[in-house]
């Protein structure tokens, strides 16, 4: 069974860093590349980064690139998302899934979600 929990959000001004976790069990053992999505109040939920196993393919969306690095310790089972220069338009929930197959940038492609971690980002 994959289980998943986000931490590390919160509440942080305009050009500071937050860094998210995303401890998932079950996801190392089944070599499962995963991902970062977020979801704003009344919006979709958009793809943010994407790891595979190894770690040595990442994609991150264009609204973040330069600012988002994704990272995994899979002797630790986590996956990260270091978030630097944050902006007000970054405030959103933000969750983390395993990848089950599919285009790495689609919601549809993941799958037992976490409950996300809300960031807040003042101007």
């Known amino acids: 069974q994959v289980q998943l929990v986000e931490s590390g959000g919160g509440l942080v001004q305009a050009g500071g860093s937050l860094r998210l976790s995303c401890a998932c069990s079950?996801?190392?053992?089944?070599?499962?590349?995963m991902g970062w999505f977020r979801q704003a109040p009344g919006k979709e939920r958009e793809f943010v980064a994407f790891?595979?196993?190894?770690?040595?393919?990442?994609y991150t969306a264009d609204s973040v690139k330069g600012r988002f690095t994704i990272s995994r310790d899979n002797a630790k089972n986590t996956v990260y998302l270091q978030m630097n220069s944050l902006k007000p338009e970054d405030t959103a929930v933000y969750f983390c899934?395993?990848?089950?197959?599919?285009?790495?940038?689609?919601?549809?492609?993941?799958?037992?979600w976490g409950q996300g971690t809300q960031v807040t980002v003042s101007s």
């Open positions: 899934a395993p990848n089950l197959g599919g285009y790495y940038y689609s919601p549809s492609a993941y799958k037992y």
């Open positions: 079950g996801c190392t053992s089944r070599r499962y590349a």
């Open positions: 790891i595979n196993w190894s770690g040595g393919t990442t």
